[in-house]
């Protein structure tokens, strides 16, 4: 089990990661989603030894892993740009941690050639080992990436946003693919991300990193249905946040009054969350018996495919969006800058207390 | 002006300058073919290869004496090689030091660089004061080699700072992830990838140290190096057999530069070629 015990990192001024906890178990699928700028690349490489953390502990199997230097640490790292060696051929960068490394190096080239190919048979590429590595393809390149970092057998493997260099297409292929190699090794992985989508569907458990701590660990369903904070909820990219202040039982947002599910005392800040396809759309007579609603202003649609995205404008101008389905629509049809009442479930909002 | 008329009048102006650029050298050529009872100037009194045979040694004796050409070669060879070995080592690592900023490196920056800015002349006089002060004998392979290391050192910094401008650092700290130790992820990754520039800086001080002249002039002592020798012999009478010279040590640079172009195109082509081979397949 890999531990970080309040690891903060600070660069000048800055605060990169700010005494963050974290861990992961073994035999896991960890995806760690954080929007571009949160610290989740200085995460990994504070883990691998590229950079020390300023305070905290880094453990893995109770063992102190910070100030360890990253060749002794036995950890696996992909990069997003593969960092591949351009001088060697497919087999020879799979190869060459087993052939040079400090701890552990074999010196029988029959072994090692034996075991640089079950790697390459183990990502798909038996038959590239000749190949330079200039003359593979994007995916290919990720692949022996992939094998390079597995075939020395390391404790922990660290990706840093591995699919983001492939192209829409290439990258769900990987994502089952990069399941399938780990359950196969039984070795865990921490996967980082700033795509929503990729950590969903990569992790079976998904921690969401903000403002250098980690706001929420969960499995990927919870975490999207049941978002325990502002931050998670606003990384999932999957719900409408209506800041407010409680007063008399009723929340008092941006967007009018609205009833709350449970007693908060009065003056308590509040943010009301509810998710982009808990919210459905009519005329301000027609609101549907038990639920709540708000007014606002339709801006414009975006259609996406099985998706389609709403945008409506609340008075004091939040944006506020709402997901329907192609295949089961639910909204009626929408005349730009006209005003509807947008209506949800009481059971379908989440109530965050502190302010916005 | 005309488009049509630009690109004749470029041609003309290219023409002109290579020929300003190369002019002296094939007068030169031209005036080594020269004949034995012909003098360093035109016209050709008769075509022949006398003065060649004449710097071989192969002529019969003359009048004029053998350039005294052959001891001071092999020092000027030898200490371009000394100098490019310790310029290029020095230059890597301090262009690798350069890689993090570290406390001091603006000023560090430039007391490198200082070393080809002083003017030759000065360091060279400086330098030979300095040894008579301290009663060290001057010798080109003692004073004259520190600054010829002093003087090539910046170039090969600067090349190999270049070099690591462009590198990727995330190809060693991926030999680090694989448990290769620093030392042999610099042996096995980071000297392999930056071999092209270590390559270019080595022909840089080996060219600038072998016609160095001034910083030599004040500090190689008795023994004299290549460009010392040949100024001497200029300045008592010339005869064609410098020309002849001039041609050899000319064709010994494109020999070098051939193999410098040879080294960095298998260098650069060699994993397309692996790749082209075994297509075919």
């Known amino acids: 089990m890999l531990e970080l015990k309040g690891v903060t990192r600070l660069y000048g001024d800055v605060v990169a990661l700010d005494g963050l906890d974290l861990s992961v178990p073994d035999d896991t699928y960890l995806s760690l989603l954080g929007a571009s700028g949160s610290g989740k690349t200085t995460l990994l490489r504070l883990i691998a030894g590229f950079e020390e953390p300023d305070r905290g502990e880094v453990l893995l199997n109770g063992e102190r892993l910070d100030g360890k230097p990253t060749h002794l640490r036995d950890i696996g790292f992909v990069f997003q740009n593969f960092a591949l060696f351009s001088h060697l051929s497919v087999a020879e960068n799979v190869a060459f941690g087993l052939r040079y490394r400090e701890v552990g190096r074999l010196e029988n080239e029959a072994a090692i050639r034996e075991r640089t190919q079950h790697a390459l048979q183990l990502v798909g590429l038996e038959d590239f080992g000749h190949r330079g590595v200039g003359e593979i393809s994007g995916g290919q390149r990720q692949r022996v990436a992939l094998a390079r970092t597995l075939v020395t057998e390391p404790r922990i493997v660290l990706l840093d946003e591995p699919l983001g260099a492939l192209d829409a297409n290439l990258r769900a292929r990987m994502c089952d693919e990069l399941k399938s190699i780990r359950e196969r090794l039984k070795v865990s992985f921490l996967h980082v991300t700033g795509s929503e989508t990729e950590a969903l569907t990569m992790g079976d458990t998904v921690a969401v990193l903000a403002e250098g701590k980690i706001a929420q660990v969960d499995d990927s369903r919870s975490l999207f249905t049941q978002p325990k904070n502002p931050a998670s909820a606003r990384h999932l990219n999957a719900w409408n946040l209506l800041p407010g202040v409680v007063k008399g039982g009723v929340l008092h947002a941006s967007v009018g009054k609205l009833p709350i599910g449970e007693q908060v005392a009065d003056n308590t800040s509040v943010q009301l969350a509810v998710r982009f396809d808990d919210i459905g759309v009519c005329a301000p007579s027609d609101v549907p018996a038990g639920h709540d609603y708000f007014e606002a202003t339709y801006v414009t649609g975006e259609f996406n495919g099985p998706t389609a995205l709403s945008f409506f404008r609340t008075p004091d101008g939040e944006l506020i969006q709402v997901v329907d389905h192609l295949s089961d629509p639910r909204l009626p049809h929408l005349e730009e800058g006209k005003s509807y009442a947008l209506f949800f479930s009481p059971d379908a909002a989440v109530l965050f207390k502190g302010a916005a | ?281």
């Open chain 2, 1 to 281: 002006m005309e488009v049509r008329l630009l690109r004749p009048v470029l041609m003309l102006y290219t023409a002109l300058f290579l020929l300003f650029l190369y002019g002296p050298i094939i007068i030169l050529a031209i005036l080594s073919f020269q004949s034995q009872s012909g003098g360093p100037q035109f016209p050709i009194q008769e075509w022949s290869v006398y003065w060649y045979r004449h710097l071989l040694g192969l002529a019969e004796t003359s009048r004029v004496s053998q350039l005294p050409v052959g001891e001071s070669l092999v020092r000027s060879l030898v200490l371009a090689f000394m100098t490019t070995v310790v310029s290029v080592t020095l230059g890597t690592m301090s262009a690798e030091a350069f890689r993090t900023r570290f406390k001091g490196a603006g000023p560090i920056f430039y007391l490198i660089i200082l070393g080809m800015m002083v003017p030759g002349v000065l360091v060279g006089l400086g330098v030979a004061l300095l040894a008579n002060f301290l009663d060290i004998g001057r010798a080109w392979w003692s004073t004259s080699f520190v600054l010829h290391v002093v003087y090539t050192f910046p170039f090969a910094f600067l090349v190999m700072l270049a070099i690591f401008n462009r590198f990727d650092r995330s190809v060693e700290e991926a030999s680090l992830s694989l448990g290769v130790s620093p030392a042999k992820t610099f042996r096995r990754v980071t000297f392999p990838l930056i071999f092209p520039g270590v390559l270019s800086a080595m022909l840089f001080s080996f060219t600038l140290s072998y016609d160095e002249f001034s910083r030599t002039l004040f500090t190689a002592g008795a023994d004299l190096t290549l460009p010392l020798s040949i100024y001497g012999t200029f300045s008592v009478e010339i005869y064609p057999n410098v020309f002849a010279f001039g041609v050899l040590t000319t064709l010994f640079s494109f020999t070098l530069l051939a193999i410098y172009g040879l080294l960095m195109k298998r260098f650069t082509a060699r994993s397309k070629s692996r790749f082209a081979g075994q297509e075919e397949t």
